[in-house]
């Protein structure tokens, strides 16, 4: 889905994926599970790479700290050995334990030589603070709705307040799930990236959309700290290798900044970009390998594209997600109904039709 128009003030010249979603990079699907009851509204995202054994045949990957207030697992191994061998499940940060727990019984399922015949696992998830919105101390998520949300993986899957962004909230209105992409030609070839976001950063007063600084515009300018968080998923199978990887991971931040943020003292700002090319064997028949890679020289494009796709996730978080009562039952306004209090405010009437809300 992505927005529903085309993405204004764009770097690269690229056209979005058939889905415009990360998912538009084949073999890789998201599922989710919402946790909504009178006390809680959270859940659990996971993306997929591959429909195969990714332990067994492991991706080229890297992650990018921007800023490091997080509790996100398995990051100290992906930046060592530069690969993902396990699929990757977003949460609240109080269920990250259960998340984990549901993960590795998933992998060990799958791979009985685990523990055994080879060496453990490394389970990948990644988190955000959804106390605003969930009572998070009641612990809501179960090892269930991880194992629910791996049931539901497809490439097609809803943006917005759902799975793990069910309680995010982003510049001070209801956040979640974002997603975009852009297909490139390579020698000839058709390539994808694509990015998924869960947006749960920003004060109201620095959100800035398309160079219009329309935060300042909103009523309840409430917090003074910036304290939230970003959790970054970029996937693509163009051939980069894990060093390139590192590189694309930290033009993440351009986009997230594009839209306004700081990176405060208590934001978590994690991103985690892999490749679906040149797969690495757990049990290799050769000591030597031979893979294929983008020239650096050639790299700025796809730079530009992750800037991109990273911003229009973010928005997309935006324009996709709805009202929602926060902890207290307050109304968390979404990014159309906090447009639509602004009544005939010449940029958010220019807003709404630029973001086709």
């Known amino acids: 889905m992505g927005l529903n128009k085309p993405l204004l003030f764009a770097l690269s010249d690229t056209k979005p994926g058939p889905k415009n979603l990360i998912t538009d990079v084949a073999g890789v699907t998201v599922g989710h599970k919402t946790?909504?009851?009178?006390?809680?509204?959270?859940?659990?995202?996971?993306i997929n790479p591959c429909p195969d054994n990714i332990f067994r045949e492991k991706m080229p990957a890297a992650t990018h700290v921007i800023n490091g207030f997080g509790k996100s697992t398995g990051l100290i191994q992906i930046n060592e050995?530069?690969?993902?061998?396990?699929?990757?499940?977003?949460?609240?940060?109080?269920?990250?334990?259960?998340a984990s727990m549901a993960l590795v019984k998933r992998m060990l399922a799958e791979n009985p030589e685990i523990?055994?015949?080879?060496?453990?696992?490394?389970?990948?998830?990644?988190?955000?603070?959804?106390?605003?919105?969930?009572?998070?101390?009641?612990?809501?998520?179960?090892?269930?709705?991880?194992?629910?949300?791996?049931?539901?993986a497809a490439t097609d899957f809803a943006e917005g307040g759902v799975g793990g962004g069910t309680g995010m909230r982003c510049y001070e209105l209801k956040g979640g799930i974002g997603s975009a992409s852009r297909q490139v030609e390579i020698d000839g070839k058709t390539f994808t990236m694509g990015a998924l976001v869960m947006s749960n950063f920003g004060l109201s007063t620095d959100l800035n959309?398309?160079?219009?600084?329309?935060?300042?515009?909103?009523?309840?300018?409430?917090?003074?700290?910036?304290?939230?968080?970003?959790?970054?998923?970029?996937?693509?199978?163009?051939?980069?290798?894990?060093?390139?990887?590192?590189?694309i991971a930290k033009r993440s931040g351009i986009g997230i900044t594009r839209t306004g943020s700081f990176s405060g003292n208590g934001s978590g700002e994690v991103t985690l970009a892999f490749s679906t090319a040149n797969r690495i064997s757990h049990f290799p028949d050769h000591e030597l390998s031979t893979v294929q890679a983008?020239?650096?020289?050639?790299?700025?494009?796809?730079?530009?594209?992750?800037?991109?796709?990273?911003?229009?996730?973010?928005?997309?978080?935006?324009?996709?997600?709805?009202?929602?009562?926060?902890?207290?039952?307050?109304?968390?306004?979404?990014?159309?109904?906090?447009?639509?209090q602004l009544g005939n405010d010449e940029e958010a009437l220019q807003l709404r039709s630029d973001l086709g809300l």
């Not at 796709?309 to 978080?317: C, D, H």
């Open 294 to 340: 983008i020239t650096d020289d050639k790299i700025d494009r796809y730079f530009r594209i992750t800037v991109d796709i990273v911003n229009e996730a973010i928005l997309s978080s935006l324009a996709h997600a709805q009202t929602t009562p926060d902890r207290d039952c307050k109304p968390m306004l979404c990014l159309k109904d906090a447009l639509l």
């Open 35 to 46: 946790v909504v009851t009178d006390r809680l509204r959270t859940g659990v995202t996971v």
């Open 81 to 98: 050995l530069g690969t993902i061998e396990t699929p990757l499940v977003l949460t609240n940060t109080l269920s990250v334990g259960t």
């Open 209 to 247: 959309i398309y160079g219009h600084a329309i935060g300042k515009k909103f009523v309840d300018n409430k917090d003074s700290k910036e304290k939230g968080s970003i959790i970054t998923i970029i996937a693509t199978d163009i051939p980069f290798n894990s060093r390139q990887l590192k590189r």
């Open 115 to 152: 523990g055994l015949s080879t060496g453990s696992i490394n389970p990948i998830i990644m988190e955000c603070n959804d106390s605003s919105i969930n009572h998070i101390r009641d612990l809501g998520v179960t090892e269930d709705d991880v194992n629910d949300a791996f049931t539901a």
